[in-house]
């Protein structure tokens, strides 16, 4: 069902769910009365309506809990938190009972301790002795409090036996064993409240209570793998992982997830040279603790048709080759080309390390002719990259959800971002944050107005003939969010920047506010950011259009037939036998986002750093290292022999690209505008379609992974790959 209002109506309908009172026009906070308690006689003051348990844990004191989440809505299911309070006939379920001035509580009681060992006696009674076995041992919760609170044997007995249910089907990523579920409905309150895949519920009462999608059918949504880090038992594991390793056998290292430009912060567990899987790291600023399902899922792209030695063509075919000889036979190729002749094209996964070696290699070879990995990318663009604040999500990741109108220009977050829109859902549900869409109308989990799909709806809200426009205007803090596929992919993209420019001087009072500036590009390649800051965009139009002998495709994937020069010498650089290498005649081994440490900036413009978790394989490389290599052998021999002197070169470029996991907010956000404006810019009428089709593979790892190929199937084609496995052995 399409969550979009009636174009003739300017009602909305907030839920109840979750409603919080009045919606908030500011994003000033207000500051409630804080209120003294005593824990274990530990005197702890905490705001005015906080839950008990948050003022346990403030106090230092370790409350076990099956059900409660910081990030969700309360439940009050397990009653494993409970604690006693003074005067209170029995034990408090402390997760689901406000703070009251005075109270005192004791977290550590006789009389605690044995209504947990109740509770967990309760919970062991139907629960299968599957430990040995199951996926969650070694990381169990209720493993970890059974050990504190269980005991030796059971004292219940029943003559139908133990509870068992059926296994559901919730698709290719999430294995089911509900007979171990203890029904805390974590994953419930996920799906409904945080991913808006709202058939996950529960059905039955008591002892027949199920959590399932009432109509058996799959969990459509693109995080849904969350629910298999809230699970705290071993109902929910992942598929793909399943029986594959222990944590204690695991590696583990910390870096960020490059499938995407929001930059999800991540937890690589390699065991040897493979990564066996991929966990959320906490980040308040960007991610929370929640990933995409590509995210979490595409790592065994990684194993497959990657390219471990350089090739060089011969004919029809590519031949192995040493690295001596492969470089040689780049760099005669590039000494035979001068000035815009040779041409340097960046991919949606170069890092910034490998992109500021290849631009001065080609700067001293006496070229400017650089493009990004797009329909348009090969041309002048339609913004000036030369203002920080045209090509950033100024109003940051976690800002998104202070604003109270937003306007989306041809961009579908739910797939170019699947962070940002759980943080447009949760602004949505808690503040109703009013929301609106110029472009393709898709279901993005919540309810937003259909301007139009065509490039001049845009004018409607110019003239104000649409009521959006008042609301737009009535906002304290708006936010005009434009896709980068409007830029780097549609026809109209002068037309339309120039519309965002108008757009933005009619609001400028309160799109442009002290420590806010409500004009965002939300970029969807990981490295396209770092290639603005770099100035690795097309320079003019002239040399754009240059006659081009000398072809280097950096991670470019995308590319089409058609931008490739049928007289030119392509070399391509990468890590997967994917589209761009279909069109090289010498191919330059890569690595990996998971193995090499690299730095890339996210849409927010925040720089952070991956590390190297497993080795390249075979004769692979680091990306900047190649470069570096290939000028020596060139002639043109680069001025940086380790990482820490190609940073420093980045950081004379910009020293943002040093200041790591810092948003460096431009002082100027207003003066950008009078370059996107143009008007003599005329509309096509173009339907702003979304650039991405396939959620699940958009670049060469996710291409490569069979889980992300089984997901397209399920979600995509509408198939059952379960189905179409068993009729295939049988």
Request: net charge negative.
């Amino acid at each position: 069902m399409l969550r979009a209002i009636n174009k003739t109506s300017v009602a909305r309908y907030t839920p109840t769910i979750l409603k919080t009172g009045a919606r908030a026009f500011t994003a000033s906070t207000h500051v409630k009365e804080e209120v003294e308690v005593f824990i274990d006689g530990k005197s702890v003051m905490i705001e005015q309506g906080a839950a008990l348990i948050q003022a346990c844990e403030k106090a230092g004191a370790d409350i076990p809990r099956f059900c409660y989440h910081d990030r969700l809505s309360v439940a009050g299911n397990c009653r494993m938190c409970l604690v006693e309070v003074e005067r209170a006939p029995k034990p408090i379920a402390s997760c689901a009972y406000p703070v009251m001035p005075g109270m005192k509580v004791k977290t550590n009681s006789p009389m605690v301790h044995k209504a947990r060992e109740g509770v967990m006696e309760f919970l062991l009674y139907n629960h299968p002795l599957d430990c040995p076995i199951c996926d969650q041992g070694g990381e169990c919760d209720l493993q970890d409090q059974s050990m504190r609170y269980g005991t030796d044997r059971g004292r219940f007995t029943e003559s139908m036996g133990k509870r068992a249910v059926e296994d559901k089907n919730f698709g290719p990523l999430i294995n089911t064993e509900m007979t171990r579920c203890i029904q805390c409905t974590r994953c419930v309150r996920f799906a409904n409240e945080v991913a808006g895949a709202t058939e996950l519920g529960t059905s039955g009462r008591g002892n027949d209570m199920q959590i399932s999608t009432y109509i058996d059918q799959t969990i459509n949504s693109e995080m849904s793998g969350n629910v298999i880090d809230l699970c705290p038992v071993g109902a929910l594991t992942s598929k793909p992982y399943n029986m594959k390793a222990r944590p204690w056998e695991l590696k583990k290292y910390e870096t960020i997830d490059v499938s995407d430009a929001v930059g999800s912060n991540i937890r690589l567990d390699t065991r040897g040279v493979e990564v066996m899987r991929i966990l959320p790291r906490l980040n308040e600023e960007v991610n929370e603790e929640w990933i995409s399902d590509k995210t979490r899922f595409f790592y065994d792209g990684l194993k497959v048709q990657r390219l471990t030695t350089p090739l060089i063509r011969e004919g029809d075919r590519f031949v192995p080759a040493t690295w001596e000889a492969a470089l040689k036979r780049v760099g005669s190729e590039l000494a035979k080309t001068s000035g815009s002749a040779a041409k340097a094209v960046a991919g949606h996964l170069a890092d910034a390390e490998s992109m500021v070696a290849l631009k001065d290699l080609f700067n001293r070879v006496g070229s400017d002719n650089f493009a990004i990995d797009a329909p348009n990318g090969s041309k002048p663009l339609a913004i000036n990259a030369d203002f920080r604040s045209n090509y950033t999500l100024n109003t940051s990741i976690a800002g998104a959800e202070e604003a109270d109108a937003v306007l989306l220009i041809g961009t579908n977050p739910r797939h170019e971002a699947a962070i940002l829109n759980t943080r447009f859902r949760k602004a949505w549900l808690h503040n109703g944050q009013d929301l609106a869409l110029v472009g393709q109308a898709d279901d993005l989990n919540y309810e937003y107005e259909h301007i139009g799909a065509s490039s001049k709806d845009i004018e409607k809200i110019l003239d104000g003939s649409h009521p959006f426009s008042q609301r737009l205007a009535d906002a304290k803090k708006p936010m005009i969010v434009v896709g980068s596929g409007v830029i780097e992919n549609a026809k109209d993209s002068e037309y339309l920047m120039s519309k965002v420019s108008e757009l933005s001087s009619k609001y400028k009072n309160t799109l442009f506010q002290d420590g806010w500036n409500g004009l965002n590009i939300l970029q969807r390649a990981a490295s396209r950011t770092a290639a603005y800051e770099l100035g690795f965009v097309p320079q003019s139009k002239e040399v754009s259009e240059a006659d081009v002998k000398f072809l280097y495709l950096l991670n470019a994937d995308e590319i089409q037939a058609t931008d490739v020069p049928k007289d030119a010498f392509v070399v391509y650089q990468g890590h997967h036998g994917d589209v761009g290498a279909q069109y090289a005649d010498v191919i330059l081994p890569g690595a990996a986002f998971t193995e090499k440490n690299a730095t890339y900036i996210n849409t927010e413009g925040r720089t952070q750093i991956t590390r190297a978790g497993v080795n390249p394989p075979a004769a692979a490389r680091e990306d900047w290292k190649i470069i570096r290599a290939l000028s020596e052998i060139a002639g043109h021999t680069l001025p940086y022999d380790d990482l820490a002197s190609v940073r420093s070169r980045l950081s004379d470029i910009s020293p943002a690209f040093t200041r790591y996991d810092v948003v460096e907010s431009p002082s100027v956000g207003q003066l950008g505008l009078a370059a996107l404006h143009k008007p003599s810019a005329q509309s096509s009428g173009e339907i702003l379609s979304s650039v991405i089709k396939n959620f699940y593979r958009t670049d060469p790892i996710s291409r490569a992974s069979s889980t992300m190929a089984k997901c397209t199937k399920t979600w995509v084609n509408g198939k059952s790959v379960e189905e179409e496995l068993h009729a295939a052995s049988a």
